[in-house]
């Protein structure tokens, strides 16, 4: 990405230094180093009448290469979970080191404080848990024995929903081009 021509100069990490501010917590961002060793997921869950919902996922490993994924979640009745996940296609794609480092730095906004055993889960600022509430967007950071996720929910509103909401438009023109992929994000608030 041409840094010079960004319509998201400061959203997007391309201003004269990396943008440091959480958008889920009161810390600062995670250095390059820590988030260049992470396996990073960014999933897109569009739900349906029934039992199955689409999913499109991107998965950023410390190599550089990421792996887009698009299939189904099966849906156990009235808990929300999921016991079984289909896949229809992968592609791997080798990413440019600039434009992978960019992508870790707006995940990163993301990330809770620390990744441990117990994979602690956040929200946008502003946003508080909604026990059954849908979760449309999510960011999964991978460390081998230890993790975190970000959670975007339906229902979740106000300034933390709409700059997260910003923020994964912006990441779009970024990630590998996969048709229809922004019907899955989550609508703007």
């Given at each position: 990405m041409d840094c010079s021509r960004s319509a998201f100069p400061v959203i997007t990490g391309c201003g004269n230094r990396p943008r440091t501010e959480s958008l889920v917590g009161d810390w600062p961002v995670a250095s390059d180093a820590t988030l260049a060793g992470e396996s990073i997921t960014l999933q897109f869950r569009k739900y349906g009448d029934g039992d199955l919902s689409r999913t499109l996922s991107y998965t950023l490993a410390p190599d550089g290469r990421m792996t887009v994924e698009r299939g189904d979640d099966h849906h156990v009745?009235?808990?929300?979970?999921?016991?079984?996940?289909?896949i229809d296609s992968r592609k791997i794609y080798g990413l440019p080191q600039g434009r992978a480092m960019q992508l870790r730095r707006m995940f990163g906004r993301l990330r809770p404080e620390k990744l441990t055993a117990d994979l602690p889960f956040v929200l946008p600022t502003g946003c508080t848990y909604i026990f059954d509430g849908r979760t449309v967007a999510g960011v999964n950071f991978d460390k081998g024995a230890a993790g975190g996720s970000f959670i975007f929910?339906?229902?979740c509103d106000g300034d933390g929903a709409r700059q997260v909401q910003r923020m994964l438009r912006a990441m779009q023109t970024l990630l590998p081009p996969v048709n229809?992929?922004?019907?899955?994000?989550?609508?703007?608030?």
């Amino acid at each position: 990405m041409d840094c010079s021509r960004s319509a998201f100069p400061v959203i997007t990490g391309c201003g004269n230094r990396p943008r440091t501010e959480s958008l889920v917590g009161d810390w600062p961002v995670a250095s390059d180093a820590t988030l260049a060793g992470e396996s990073i997921t960014l999933q897109f869950r569009k739900y349906g009448d029934g039992d199955l919902s689409r999913t499109l996922s991107y998965t950023l490993a410390p190599d550089g290469r990421m792996t887009v994924e698009r299939g189904d979640d099966h849906h156990v009745c009235c808990f929300g979970g999921v016991d079984g996940h289909f896949i229809d296609s992968r592609k791997i794609y080798g990413l440019p080191q600039g434009r992978a480092m960019q992508l870790r730095r707006m995940f990163g906004r993301l990330r809770p404080e620390k990744l441990t055993a117990d994979l602690p889960f956040v929200l946008p600022t502003g946003c508080t848990y909604i026990f059954d509430g849908r979760t449309v967007a999510g960011v999964n950071f991978d460390k081998g024995a230890a993790g975190g996720s970000f959670i975007f929910q339906s229902g979740c509103d106000g300034d933390g929903a709409r700059q997260v909401q910003r923020m994964l438009r912006a990441m779009q023109t970024l990630l590998p081009p996969v048709n229809n992929s922004r019907a899955y994000l989550p609508p703007a608030t």
